[in-house]
């Protein structure tokens, strides 16, 4: 960026180039973001005022937002939120940043949940490894009758899925514990939960090394490590579950675009039943369900 460049058209154009040259994925929408973030503006509100002048502080810090970006720092961290379904939260380094495909996780939680199935008049959910509290936070704005128990092993996660919790005003749904797993949890939950929902480390430990940039130099390794194939935590679940669900309480996970075969495997293994395997937008599997008998 030179020190002529001075309108938002101008800038936006050479800092998409730039980044790209960086190698920055979507670089046009990262420049955007940025430069709408500096100067207090919505995006929209940004393609409005293309000729407006950028000068003085508000260039030189976004110059150094810029040049953040293009070291590789999530644009989240950067911005200190992120976007899922079609809500904001806030994200903090050292807490995993959701990623738009476990959308598709809570679409798919939503509808094991619909009206019709045992007439649920108060559903109970459990998330485990809840991060952010993206998914417990939306599945309880989605559904008002809905309460959730999150777990994390992480104290800084825990804090900040309780600050979204408030954020978004269903922190007297959605209590957020710290601990590993189900430890944390009551003991008037089990055989009581409806769903049982989570987005756990499903990456080949030697894999993490060859993930984006922003990924494995960012996100804390304990949230994208499943072990040496990946299915460590899966097993973990699966040896703990029963015992929390009600009988035909449902299970939804995310899995890895691999994992389509050894997931429902597991589960089945732990006495599941109506297993099935849901694809991603882009055509991979990214979701296993189930369910726990039902008695008699």
Known sequence: MTADIKTVRALLRVTADYL????????????????ADVLGLSRIELFMQHDRPVLGAELERYRDLVRRRAAGEPLQHILGETEFYSRTFK??????VPRPETERLVEIALGVL????????EPVALEIGC??????????????????WATDIASAAVTLARNNAHRHGVETRVTVLEGSRFDPLPSHLRADVDLLVSNPPYIRSVEIPKLQREVAGHDP??????GEDGLVFYRALASGMIPWLRPGGHVVLEIGADQGQAVPAILAASGLVELSVHRDYAGRDRVVTGRKPQEG
């Open 91 to 96: 994200v903090e380094p050292g807490v995993f």
């Open 221 to 226: 390794r304990a949230a994208l490590d499943g």
């Open 20 to 35: 790209q040259g960086k190698g920055v994925e979507s670089a046009r929408l990262n420049a955007e973001r940025l430069l």
């Open 114 to 121: 619909a009206p019709g199935d045992r007439n649920l008049l």
């Open 131 to 148: 991060g952010t509290g993206v998914i417990a936070i939306s599945l309880a704005l989605e559904l008002p009758r809905l309460a959730v």
